[in-house]
């Protein structure tokens, strides 16, 4: 098939990769910069499989700038651009979604869409309306930054939010390029599909917060967290994964995903998702508080990416920390190598480790590394497991 992915972030161009090995791939973006790196056979984004699949496998795959070349004589468009959330809107911005719908429209409009970019529950309904076009398809992610194609090549399950044919077609195209067998495949109803989506990422959001505040608990009582952790996860029904504390949940869906749920829930009695949301910030503000209370003159944050083996800053937890550290006066130097720059957002970047290390009274790190081995009476980290 002639398969066109509007956006090259994790989402789309994971699913570029992917599904070059068997199609022809146009790789749609606005940055020139992604484009050059594509057609090199680069990977734009930190993702340890995509540049492996990019150097290493015969890849049916052009990456251009050029609307109309991608959305002309095309079999399928798939749209994966971003859909920040917009805290004054109380929704997520899907101005780059209807804008790739509008120009599929000028170009190829009987070509069917299937929209990965996330966004709230009724939207696809919405812009099927819209436009008239009842093949407009939602089809949701379940990637992890800096492994969406390994997520791709072993998924959890494929859900797509139709029954038509065309359904049948994408979720064939996806279970095939798969190298998992038997994985399992959901049809439903467009909304259902959206809503799958956010409660998925919220429930994660949930889980991160709930294994926090069981720290925060642990830690001011001066408790042994990690003994807690594990007789807690030894029930079979709670599990021993996903339960590693940090500074809060953060990254490119969580945030925004919980915030969008929850705007879904107006006029809808509840509690939980609110109190989830709440509770990022209240962790955040442990975190910083027990930092500025430690009354240090400068405060070294070790990276800001929100995991190993990621280059995501988006939304990462360390930021509100920083801040709140910031408005008590006290100086902030950073470590992170993959800026070049001097300052970033205000703040200092030092990347001479050492210098980092010896100019630091306290240093921070959301998840720590044994190069900090040398310097740790000086690091703040709640990283029990040494994981994500």
């Given at each position: 098939?002639?398969?066109?992915?509007?956006?090259?972030?994790?989402?789309?161009?994971?699913?570029?990769?992917?599904?070059a090995?068997?199609h022809?791939?146009?790789?749609?973006?606005?940055?020139?910069?992604?484009?050059?790196?594509?057609?090199?056979?680069?990977?734009p984004?930190?993702?340890?499989?995509?540049?492996?699949?990019?150097k290493?496998?015969?890849?049916?795959?052009?990456?251009?700038?050029?609307?109309?070349?991608?959305?002309?004589?095309?079999?399928l468009?798939?749209?994966?651009?971003?859909?920040?959330?917009?805290?004054?809107?109380?929704?997520?911005?899907?101005s780059?979604?209807?804008?790739?719908?509008?120009?599929?429209?000028?170009?190829?409009?009987?070509?069917?869409?299937?929209?990965?970019?996330?966004?709230?529950?009724?939207?696809?309904?919405?812009?099927?309306?819209?436009?008239h076009?009842?093949?407009?398809?939602?089809?949701?992610?379940?990637?992890?930054?800096?492994?969406a194609?390994?997520?791709?090549?072993?998924p959890?399950r494929?859900?797509v939010?139709?029954?038509?044919?065309i359904?049948?077609?994408?979720?064939?195209?996806l279970?095939?390029?798969?190298?998992?067998?038997d994985?399992?495949?959901?049809?439903?109803?467009?909304?259902?599909?959206?809503?799958?989506?956010?409660?998925?990422?919220t429930?994660?959001?949930?889980?991160?917060?709930?294994?926090?505040?069981?720290?925060?608990?642990?830690?001011?009582k001066?408790?042994?967290t990690?003994?807690i952790?594990?007789?807690?996860?030894?029930?079979?029904?709670i599990?021993s994964h996903?339960?590693?504390?940090?500074?809060?949940?953060?990254?490119y869906?969580?945030?925004k995903?919980?915030?969008?749920?929850?705007?879904?829930?107006?006029?809808?009695p509840?509690?939980l998702?609110?109190?989830?949301?709440k509770?990022?910030?209240?962790r955040k503000?442990?975190?910083?508080d027990?930092?500025?209370?430690?009354?240090?003159?400068?405060v070294?944050?070790?990276?800001?990416?929100?995991?190993?083996?990621?280059?995501?800053?988006?939304?990462?937890?360390?930021?509100?920390v920083?801040?709140?550290i910031?408005?008590?006066?006290?100086?902030?130097i950073?470590?992170?190598?993959t800026?070049?720059?001097d300052?970033?957002l205000?703040?200092?970047?030092?990347?001479?480790?050492?210098?980092?290390?010896?100019?630091?009274d306290?240093?921070?790190?959301?998840?720590y590394?044994?190069?900090?081995?040398d310097?740790?009476?000086?690091?703040?980290?709640r990283?029990?497991y040494?994981?994500?």
């Open positions: 098939m002639k398969i066109t992915v509007a956006g090259t972030g994790y989402v789309g161009l994971s699913l570029a990769v992917l599904l090995k068997r022809e791939v146009i790789a749609l973006d606005i940055i020139k910069e992604k484009v050059e790196m594509l057609n090199k056979g680069i990977s984004i930190k993702d340890a499989m995509i540049s492996k699949y990019l290493e496998e015969k890849l049916n795959i052009k990456a251009t700038l050029d609307k109309k070349e991608a959305y002309t004589g095309r079999d468009i798939i749209i994966a651009t971003p859909t920040n959330y917009d805290p004054e809107q109380n929704y997520f911005d899907t780059s979604v209807e804008e790739a719908i509008e120009r599929v429209l000028e170009y190829g409009k009987d070509i069917p869409i299937i929209i990965k970019s996330t966004i709230p529950v009724g939207y696809t309904e919405k812009v099927r309306n819209k436009y076009k009842p093949d407009i398809i939602f089809s949701p992610e379940f990637l992890r930054e800096g492994k194609l390994e997520d791709n090549l072993y959890s494929i859900v939010g139709d029954t038509s044919d359904a049948k077609v994408f979720a064939n195209i279970k095939e390029a798969a190298l998992k067998e994985v399992p495949v959901l049809y439903c109803g467009s909304s259902e599909a959206e809503a799958i989506k956010l409660f998925a990422n429930y994660l959001a949930l889980r991160i917060a709930y294994f926090n505040e069981l720290d925060t608990y642990a830690e001011t001066g408790l042994d990690k003994a952790i594990e007789g807690v996860g030894l029930d079979d029904r599990g996903y339960n590693n504390p940090s500074f809060g949940y953060g990254g869906c969580l945030p995903d919980t915030k969008q749920l929850l705007a879904n829930f107006d006029n809808v509840s509690n998702i609110e109190a989830v949301v509770s990022n910030t209240t503000d442990h975190i910083a027990t930092v500025i209370n430690k009354k240090p003159k400068t070294g944050v070790y990276r800001l990416v929100m995991k190993a083996d990621s280059d995501n800053f988006r939304s990462s937890a360390v930021f509100d920083m801040n709140k910031k408005d008590a006066g006290i100086d902030i950073v470590y992170e190598p800026l070049k720059d300052i970033y205000g703040y200092k970047i030092e990347n001479d480790l050492e210098a980092f290390k010896k100019d630091s306290v240093i921070i790190a959301n998840r590394s044994d190069l900090l081995d310097v740790l009476d000086k690091v703040y980290t990283d029990l040494r994981r994500d």
